[in-house]
C-alpha cells in the first residue's frame, strides 16, 4: 500500500481496512509530531496530542469532503488539539529546562536510554533554544531534521515551495544561538518519531471494523453531522428573515419596491454564490487536482468576490433607501413596534455574525467565538438604543454606522484568527484582500455619491 495515493487509503480506510490507516499513520506521524512539538515544546506530550490526532481522523474520517486534502486536514487537527493541550496546561511548553548556556556544557557521550529518547535535561535545553524562533521558522527546522533534513520532503509535508522553505530554515538557523545549533540538530533527528509510534495508534484506536462503525456507536456522532449540515443555515434564515419584517414594514411603496427589489437580488446571489457556486469551484480542484496553495487562492479570490458584490448592492440599496427617504418626509413620525424592531436587529445581527462565530467555533477557538458573540451583541443593543423607534432617515444613518462597525469587527477578527482556524494559510494574502476591499468600499461609496450628486443636480 506505499505507493497508493491519499485518497485511496482513506477509501480502503473508510472500508474497514485497518491497514491503510496504518499506513497513513506511517506517512503523516513525522509530520505531526513535528507540528506538535513546534506548538507545545514538550516531546511526550506532543506525541501524547499526536496520537490523538490520529485516533480523532480515524473516527471523524467520513466528514473529510475532499480525501486528497488528508494532509491539509490532519495538520489542522493537531494545530486545533495542541492549543487546546496547551489551554489545559496553562499555556507553559516544556518544563525544567537548563539554562541555554548548559548546552555547550553538556556532555556529549553520555548514552541515551534509547536511539529516539533525549534525557529531561537535554529536552529543556532543546525547547529552549527553539522557544525563542518564531513558530513560521521553528515548525520547518523541526521537520527538517526529522525528515533526513530533506528540503524537498518538508517543502510537500507542509505545501511550501522548496525555496521557500530553504528561506525559512536560512532564517531559523541564524535565530539559534550559535553555541547550541549543533545540539539542537543532533537531539530534533533523535527524538523523529519510529515505528512503534504507528502501533501504539492502532493500539487506541476502537475495536469496530472501520472508522464509519466506530462513529456509529453513539447518538451523538450523527447528531454532529446534523448539527454541520443545518447550524451554518441559522444565519442564512435569520438574516432573510430580518430583511422579510423590514420590506413587510416599509412605509412607501417606492421604498418597498426598492427594498425588495434589493433584498431578493441579495439572496438569490448569496445562496448561489455559497451553494452552487462553492460546489463547481470545489468540483474543479477535484478534477484537476489543485495543490493546497492553489486552491486556497483560488477560494480566497472566490470568497473576495463574493464580498465585493454583497458590498457594491448594499451601497446601491443604501443610496436607494435614503432617496426614497427624503421624497415621503410626512413618514418620519412612523414608530414600528417595539417586537419587530427587536426581531429586525435579532435577525440582522445574526446573519451578519453568524457564519463567523460558527466557524470559530467550529475550528475551536473558542476564544474567537466569544469575542465575536460579544461585539455582536454589544452592536445588536447600541443598534437598538440608538434605532430611536422611527422610520426617517435618521434610522438608516444609524444603520449605516452600525454596518459600518460590524463590517470592521468581522474584518478585524478574521485578520487576527483566521490563522487559528485554517491551517498553512498566507496571512499576508488575507492582509492584502483585506486592503483590496476596504479601499473597494470605498470606491463603491465615492462613485454612488456622485451618481446621487448628478441625479439631485438634475
Known sequence: MTGQSDAQLVSLTLAGNRDAFSH???RYQSLICSIAYSLIGNLGQSEDVAQETFITAWRHLRHLRDPEKLRFWLCGIVRNRARKSLCREGREPACHAAPLDDAVESPSGEALPSEQTISREEQGILWRSLEQIPAIYREPLVLFYREHQSVANVASALGLTEETVKQRLSRGRKLLHKEVICFVEGALERTRPGPAFSGVVLAA??????????????????????????????????????????????????????????????????????????????????????????????MAGFWWFYAAVVVALTVMALRSFFAARREAPQFESVTPPLGRRLAVIVGVYLGYFYWVIYTAWRAGDRTGALILTAAMLALAAAHFVTMGGKNGERTLRVVVIHLTLATAVVLAVLNWRLGLWLAGISMGLVHLLTLALIAWIGLMVAITRSGGNSEAAS
Open 24 to 26: 497513513i499513520v506511517a
Open 205 to 298: 484506536l476502537p475495536a469496530a471494523s472501520g472508522p464509519a462503525a466506530a462513529a456509529a456507536v453513539g447518538a451523538a456522532g450523527a447528531k454532529s453531522g446534523i448539527m454541520a449540515v443545518f447550524a451554518p443555515l441559522l444565519g442564512i434564515f435569520s438574516g432573510i428573515f430580518a430583511h422579510y419584517l423590514i420590506v413587510r414594514f416599509t412605509p412607501t411603496p417606492r421604498e418597498r419596491r426598492v427594498k425588495t427589489m434589493f433584498f431578493t437580488s441579495l439572496w438569490v446571489f448569496i445562496i448561489g454564490w455559497c451553494v452552487g457556486a462553492q460546489l463547481a469551484v470545489r468540483a474543479l480542484s477535484h478534477r484537476y487536482k489543485w495543490s493546497e496553495h492553489t486552491d486556497f487562492l483560488v
